[in-house]
């Protein structure tokens, strides 16, 4: 079966994915045009992580974070805000802190030492009265600010379209994930990141961690014999439709409280869930409610993942090791899962560059035609439902990911230059 038209290999997203037929050809991990719309279309509408509020307490704390492929610092400002800006100086375009995170009061580029405060605002520029006469304008050199920057439960999320439903409207159902991960935390905290680079498009990692419950049974068999798990079969898949796509498990499923993560399975309650793996659209991926992750595209065929773990700041040193063991065992660079699918991610992108490979199409059919609507475990949620082993989810990260792609791009901040004001006299 082909989906390419005659003329050849297209990127025109609509004719690459097929959702009444679930069909997708695979040119969409392989296109370095798409990438540049992904760009300019899907990472700029999104609310996309930044990172955690336990990293920003106090005024002048920062983390450092990427956007799509636009680097931003996150700031707590003196007034209490949580502001983020491009962290690329406006003189000559390097990057003004190097840092993941930590505590200042001013970014300073290290080529020629323009400054810039924990507002963004450029407050000092070397020779500025000889070398610039005194007429520089610094109020309109500053760093240029995200347009939008909202958290839930201390996640923080920035967007660059202003006209963007709020956060917490776009998270959707995926907000009983984030309740459920921080519930039982006293003080929420992330430990990480944990920074690797691996050859695969950004959307194979990001659509299996929306759906995908098929490939345990076959691709971690040894890593799941090994750990004493059995995968669950009672599960359900959901689909956003903002393209956010999760599995869960209830406590019936006699393989719950193998998922649990540490929680006590004996006091869950009638409705409660537990999360196998979840993606809020488009990167931002959890495991459990332990992992976090970030799958940044550096080009189309190389993502960087940024990992961490999600502990609580009250546990002891012990309980803080013991997470990270677990994490560092399963799902870290060298982890005996993660090693499986980085395998299979990278593999995919390998053989996808043939020309007769290129135009052939792949399923996304498992449980078309059975899905419902809405969830009883999931109040509110409105998306699209499916046995455990369905591809709903990545049918609606797709369904997104077409919108975007098709959509206009927003209106970005203004980053016209600022005039030279005429010198005195003149």
């Not at 610039?132 to 439960?153: A, F, H, K, M, N």
Request: with cysteine.
């Amino acid at each position: 079966m082909t989906t390419a038209p005659p003329e050849g290999r297209s990127a025109v997203p609509r004719d690459l994915i097929d959702l009444d037929l679930g069909t997708l050809n695979r040119e969409v991990f392989e296109s370095g045009p798409l990438l540049r719309t992904e760009l300019a279309t899907v990472f700029t509408r999104s609310w996309l992580f930044l990172g955690h509020e336990s990293r920003l307490r106090r005024p002048g704390d920062f983390t450092t974070a990427v956007m799509g492929q636009d680097h931003v610092i996150v700031t707590r400002s003196r007034d209490g805000r949580i502001r983020a800006f491009l962290n690329v100086c406006r003189h000559r375009g390097m990057r003004v802190c190097r840092a993941d995170s930590g505590s200042a009061t001013r970014f300073t580029c290290s080529y020629h030492g323009w400054s810039y405060d924990g507002t963004g605002a450029l407050v000092e520029v070397p020779n500025h009265d000889d070398g610039y006469e005194g007429r520089l304008p610094l109020d309109r050199w500053g760093l240029v600010p995200v347009t939008r920057v909202e958290s839930y439960r201390g996640f923080v999320f920035g967007c660059w379209d202003e006209d963007a439903a709020p956060l917490a409207e776009y998270l959707d159902g995926y907000r009983g994930v984030l309740d459920w991960a921080t519930d039982g935390l006293d003080e929420p905290e992330l430990v990480g990141p944990i920074k690797w680079r691996l050859q695969g498009n950004w959307k194979l990692a990001a659509e299996q961690f929306a759906n995908d419950t098929y490939h345990p049974q076959t691709a971690h068999l040894s890593a799941t014999s090994l750990l004493g798990v059995n995968m669950p079969t009672e599960g359900r898949e959901l689909g956003s439709r903002y393209g956010h796509g999760w599995t869960i498990i209830l406590p019936e499923d006699p393989n719950y409280a193998a998922f649990t993560f540490g929680r006590d399975p004996d006091s869950a309650e009638p409705g409660h869930q537990a999360l196998i793996h979840g993606t809020v659209f488009p990167n931002f991926s959890m495991l459990g409610d332990r992992v976090l992750r970030v799958w940044h595209p550096r080009s189309v065929d190389d993502m960087e993942i940024w990992s961490w773990v999600l502990v609580d700041a009250s546990w002891s040193p012990e309980q803080r090791r013991q997470a990270m063991r677990m994490a560092t065992l399963t799902f870290s660079s060298t982890g005996i899962v993660e090693t499986d699918d980085s395998e299979n991610w990278s593999e995919i992108q390998a053989v996808g560059g043939g020309h007769v490979t290129g135009r052939t199409a792949l399923n996304y059919q498992m449980g078309l035609g059975s899905t419902t609507t809405g969830d009883p475990a999931v109040p509110g949620f409105t998306g699209e439902v499916g046995h455990i082993l369905n591809d709903v989810g990545a049918r609606a990260f797709y369904r997104r990911w077409l919108e975007l792609m098709e959509g206009p791009a927003p209106t970005l901040p203004q980053t016209a230059p600022a005039p030279m004001p005429a010198p005195h006299g003149h």
